[in-house]
């Protein structure tokens, strides 16, 4: 018997929802009041253990969609570049951050093919975008080709278990009372352990330091949340807020973490 071919990801979704980033109702709005509490905080910690001054470093964004990590960056003072492929996105991005009067760099282009020479970047940061693209160890040897001698990278993604599959493709996706995502937005199969990332980390010359995970805490929560947002009984942000991630040790969903070159 033939085995059932693997879903195809829709990363289209992203030029579809551009307009949601910075809308506290939309969907991927979600990411700012959800992720970037449990990673921004994380990231910072280990900058400031590491004696990185942010002021006068580049910082590279892989995959900044919206800007959502990107303008966390800038404020912390690193002249940041954002990458990626999807051009409503990114002017979404760029009109957010006049707004706000930051300036940042936005560019269209890949992961898998950076337009910037060797060695140009302090920091660079890939954040929920690994497992949406097929031949990621091609993004992970890009990334530290172009980061400097003793730089950092940073990274978080999610973990291939049956944890993820229940939470992020049964829930998140297909079960009629509780899905939010679209189809496909992430596909199980695509989904990367921790054992396989630093082992690819490794192979382009990147020393990898430490990985988080997540305490997600009540699961009947964090279902209820899916159900309300779902009908609509509350924001998007709310949504994100109620399903926070907070750092903690299991790795079985999401996880983060950083390597040195």
């Not at 330091?209 to 009908?231: E, S």
């Amino acid at each position: 018997m033939t085995a059932p071919a693997t879903p195809q990801i829709d990363n289209d979704v992203y030029d579809r929802l551009a307009h949601t980033w910075w809308d506290e109702h939309g969907l991927l709005n979600i990411l700012k009041a959800a992720v970037n509490p449990w990673r921004v905080p994380y990231f910072q910690h280990i900058l400031k253990e590491l004696g990185i001054d942010p002021k006068g470093k580049r910082a590279l964004d892989v995959g900044c969609g919206g800007g959502l990590l990107a303008e966390e960056f800038a404020t912390m003072g690193f002249a940041v570049t954002g990458i990626d492929p999807s051009e409503q996105s990114l002017a979404i991005a760029r009109a957010h951050a006049t707004e706000n009067r930051l300036q940042i760099d936005y560019r269209l282009g890949y992961g898998d093919a950076l337009p910037f020479e060797k060695e140009r970047f302090e920091v660079v940061y890939c954040c929920d975008v690994l497992e949406h693209i097929p031949n990621w160890d091609a993004v992970i040897g890009e990334i530290a080709r172009v980061l400097k001698q003793d730089g950092v990278f940073f990274y978080d993604t999610i973990n291939r278990t049956m944890f993820s599959k229940v939470m992020v493709i049964k829930l998140a996706q297909e079960w009629r009372l509780t899905r939010f995502f679209p189809p496909n937005v992430h596909v199980w199969e695509m989904f990367i352990t921790p054992e396989e990332l630093t082992t690819s980390l490794a192979r382009h010359g990147l020393r990898n330091q430490d990985l988080r995970g997540t305490n997600l805490g009540n699961p009947v929560r964090m279902i209820g949340a899916m159900w309300l947002y779902k009908q609509e009984k509350i924001s998007g942000s709310e949504f994100g807020r109620r399903i926070g991630f907070r750092e903690g040790t299991n790795l079985a969903g999401s996880y983060m973490g950083y390597a040195l070159k």
